[in-house]
């Protein structure tokens, strides 16, 4: 692992900010689809460093061996861009005291924090079909973007991105955006749009959300080994709490998916 200090804050909208990154080790990492990251976030007295093992065992040992008062924040964040060693993560404020969107909400250049990752062990390939379905919320949407930079104009897709209002909508081609203020939710929309020939799926965001849209997806015929999903946040929880009955199945689904 290592530090990352902040190099600039952009507020895109008035729920989303985009910080570049500099730190040590960024530019020999190589670049993949959906590239994903720790980021560390030091509690007050303590530090953002843990160990600077690339062995993953070995670095969250050393990581639960911090005493839990010193023990930094760990959450989980997406690479939006990453070229000649500047990282750009960006952040939702999604408004309560988690304290990723707490610390985004009013970093400033110069600013440290720790990372781990991306690594490429991690790393899946995008999915080949007549047509891609992405489908997320705000979390999702820097995955969601980077995913259709990818595409060859040719590929057939659709990417539905669930937003508070349209002062969330970022200007990216081709997504259709699903707005709660007017009442919408990405599931219904979702369920409801027309998908023909082979499809590969991709899902992240609120838990529940991604679970129905699994089953929707599974329920229409589509290969369990063709939908790659993960629950990016839950309702009323922590990244640090506990795993639900829900998150455990999900986790089961996730391995089984991948030896189909
Ligand atoms: C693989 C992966 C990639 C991700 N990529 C990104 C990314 O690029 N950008 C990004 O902003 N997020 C991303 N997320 C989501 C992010 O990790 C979570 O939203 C995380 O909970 C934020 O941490 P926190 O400390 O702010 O809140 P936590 O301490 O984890 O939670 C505090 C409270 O906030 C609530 N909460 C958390 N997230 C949200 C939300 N989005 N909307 C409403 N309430 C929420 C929780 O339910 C809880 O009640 C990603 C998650 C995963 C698993």
């Given at each position: 692992m290592s530090l990352l200090a902040v190099s600039s804050v952009v507020p895109l909208t008035p729920r989303m900010v985009r910080m570049t990154f500099t730190g040590d080790g960024l530019a020999d990492v190589g670049t993949w689809p959906d590239q994903q990251l720790k980021l560390l976030f030091p509690?007050?007295?303590?530090?953002?460093?843990?160990?600077?093992?690339?062995?993953?065992?070995?670095w969250y040992q050393a990581y639960l061996a911090i005493p839990e008062s010193e023990r930094p924040w760990m959450r989980s964040f997406t690479v939006r861009?990453?070229?000649d060693g500047v990282?750009?993560?960006?952040?939702?404020?999604?408004g309560t005291d988690g304290p990723a969107s707490a610390w985004a909400a009013s970093a400033r250049v110069g600013d440290?924090?720790?990372?781990?990752?991306?690594?490429?062990?991690?790393?899946?390939?995008?999915?080949?079909?007549?047509?891609?379905?992405l489908a997320g919320d705000e979390t999702a949407l820097p995955a969601i973007a980077s995913l259709l930079e990818l595409l060859p104009a040719s590929q057939r897709r659709l990417a539905f991105v669930e937003v508070a209002d349209p002062l969330e909508e970022q200007a990216i081609p081709g997504v259709r955006?699903?707005?709660r203020s007017a009442g919408e939710d990405l599931v219904s929309v979702v369920t409801s749009a027309e998908v023909a020939g082979s499809v590969w799926v991709w899902l992240g965001g609120e838990a529940s959300a991604v679970r129905a849209l699994r089953r929707h997806f599974v329920s229409l015929g589509v290969s369990k080994k063709d939908i790659e999903f993960a629950g990016y946040w839950r309702r009323s929880l922590t990244q640090d709490d506990a795993p639900t009955a829900d998150d455990l199945a999900e986790a089961q689904e996730r391995i089984a998916a991948l030896s189909e």
């Open positions: 509690k007050p007295g303590g530090s953002a460093l843990v160990s600077s093992s690339a062995d993953v065992s070995v861009s990453l070229v990282l750009t993560v960006d952040f939702v404020l999604h440290v924090i720790g990372r781990f990752g991306p690594s490429p062990d991690y790393a899946r390939p995008l999915g080949t079909a007549d047509l891609l379905v955006w699903v707005h």
